[in-house]
């Protein structure tokens, strides 16, 4: 099927086949539409002039990996800190899953474990993260034991909370109807 969350074919072809372009994604999904924040990594890789490689991207000179993010469009709403964060997370994903950002989720034993290992990486918060843990399980297949319980209530059959519930335009809009919702809701509600 794969993934729909940039709109563009071609980055979301990249999302798809590539995890690290995938957790890339997910690191940027923040202060910008979700659509930019998932087409970044393709621009990424036509920027570098080669496929992302978690190796290559944790020892790039930093200034250097700054302006790239920087260069207009710029990837992110806030460039140098995004280019840092996207390094940090790749050098862990060197040291800790030998470069292979898929052994992020392919290796863990159970949902809690899955959970757990987002969650540590730079930019993934815990509401981040199961919504990242929803998404593998609910469109990629990644369904170790516990996961719908690890990321709830994101993993929820038949929500539309968040992107793990995009498959196209119609779906992108029903999450985003769900979450002006709650806004306005947790709105009303505020002191």
Not at 103 to 117: C, F, H, M, P
Not at 140 to 157: I, K, M, S
Not at 158 to 183: N, P
Request: net charge negative.
């Amino acid at each position: 099927m794969g993934l729909h969350l940039s709109q563009i074919d071609e980055a979301d072809v990249l999302l798809t086949n590539d995890p690290l372009a995938l957790l890339i994604g997910m690191v940027l999904d923040q202060q910008i539409p979700l659509e930019r924040a998932f087409a970044a990594p393709h621009e990424l890789t036509r920027r570098l002039g080669q496929p992302l490689d978690a190796e290559e991207l944790a020892k790039h000179d930093p200034d250097a990996f700054g302006a790239i993010f920087s260069q207009p469009p710029a990837l992110h709403r806030f460039p140098g800190s995004m280019a840092k964060r996207v390094q940090a997370m790749c050098q862990i994903i060197v040291d800790a899953y030998d470069g292979d950002a898929a052994r992020v989720w392919t290796t863990a034993a159970d949902g809690k474990e899955l959970l757990k290992r987002v969650a540590a990486l730079p930019g993934f918060g815990t509401q981040k993260a199961k919504i990242f843990a929803a998404l593998l399980g609910k469109q990629l297949g990644v369904t170790p034991p516990g996961w719908r319980e690890a990321c709830a209530p994101f993993g929820d059959e038949g929500s539309f909370r968040s992107i793990a519930d995009i498959i196209d335009v119609s779906t992108r809009d029903q999450v985003r109807e769900y979450k002006k919702q709650m806004k306005a809701a947790a709105k009303s509600t505020a002191p």
